[in-house]
T-cell receptor, first 113, second 114 residues
Framework: EPEVTQTPSHQVTQMGQEVILRCVPI?????FYWYRQILGQKVEFLVS????????KSEIFDDQFSVERPDGSNFTLKIRSTKLEDSAMYFC???????????FGQGTRLTVV | AQSVTQPDIHITVSEGASLELRCNYS??????LFWYVQSPGQGLQLLLK??????LVQGIKGFEAEFKRSQSSFNLRKPSVHWSDAAEYFC????????????FGQGTTLQVKP
C-alpha cells in the first residue's frame, strides 16, 4: 500500500540552527501539506502546497519556515533558525485532490535544545 | 472561524463495551469530515470519511460515524471495543473548495480496560 514517508523520525537540534525535515509523498498525489503537533496539543495546519507553490499557510508559518519540492519526489520543510517553541511532531501529508482524504506520514519529532 | 470540538479529552471503556466519541464542528456549509487515529509513536491513520450521501459511514477496524447536520456533529462509534483500539482519536474538518487544509479537534485519548 502506498504511504507517505518522513525522515528522520527524530531530530535534535540546537536553538538557532537550521533544520530540514524531509517527506516523500505518495507518488501520484498532487497536494502536499505540513502539520505540527506540539506535545499535548492538537494537530495544527502549517502549509499546503500545489503546483510548486504555497496555496495556503497558517499564521504559524512565518518567514522562518519554507517548503520546497526540489526534485519531483521529495517535499521538504525548512526552519531557518529554530526556537525552543518549534519543538513538536511534524507531519507531512499528501492527497490526490484538494477534496479527497489526506494520507499522513509517521511524523518527525523535532526537539530544539 | 471554523472550529472542531471534541468534548471528551479522555475516555475509558472496558474491552467488549461499546464506544462513542463525540465531535462537533462549526462551519457555515457542510464540510468534509474525517476521523483519524494515532497509536503511540505512530502517524495519523484515516479511519473513515464523509463527503456526501449516506450520513452513516463505515470505516476500517469496525468503526462507523454518523453525520448529523442539525447537530453539526460527526460522532464515531464502535459496538465492541478491543484492547488494540487504545489510541488517540482525532476528528478533522476539511473545507470544500479549499486548499485541502484540515482543521483538527483536540483529540480524545481512549483507554481500554481488560
Amino acid at each position: 500500500e502506498p504511504e507517505v514517508t518522513q525522515t528522520p523520525s527524530h531530530q535534535v537540534t540546537q536553538m538557532g540552527q537550521e533544520v530540514i525535515l524531509r517527506c516523500v509523498p505518495i507518488s501520484n498525489h498532487l497536494y502536499f501539506y505540513w502539520y505540527r503537533q506540539i506535545l499535548g496539543q492538537k494537530v495544527e495546519f502549517l502549509v499546503s502546497f500545489y503546483n510548486n507553490e504555497i496555496s495556503e499557510k497558517s499564521e504559524i508559518f512565518d518567514d522562518q519556515f519554507s517548503v520546497e519540492r526540489p526534485d519531483g519526489s521529495n517535499f521538504t520543510l525548512k526552519i531557518r533558525s529554530t526556537k525552543l517553541e518549534d519543538s513538536a511532531m511534524y507531519f507531512c501529508a499528501s492527497s490526490a485532490d484538494v477534496n479527497t482524504e489526506a494520507f499522513f506520514g509517521q511524523g518527525t519529532r523535532l526537539t530544539v535544545v | 472561524a471554523q472550529s472542531v470540538t471534541q468534548p471528551d479529552i479522555h475516555i475509558t471503556v472496558s474491552e467488549g463495551a461499546s464506544l462513542e466519541l463525540r465531535c462537533n464542528y462549526s462551519y457555515g456549509a457542510t464540510p468534509y469530515l474525517f476521523w483519524y487515529v494515532q497509536s503511540p509513536g505512530q502517524g495519523l491513520q484515516l479511519l473513515l470519511k464523509y463527503f456526501s450521501g449516506d450520513t452513516l459511514v463505515q470505516g476500517i477496524k469496525g468503526f462507523e460515524a454518523e453525520f448529523k447536520r442539525s447537530q453539526s456533529s460527526f460522532n464515531l462509534r464502535k459496538p465492541s471495543v478491543h484492547w488494540s483500539d487504545a489510541a488517540e482519536y482525532f476528528c478533522a474538518v476539511g473545507l470544500s473548495g479549499n486548499t485541502g487544509k484540515l482543521i483538527f479537534g483536540q483529540g480524545t485519548t481512549l483507554q481500554v480496560k481488560p
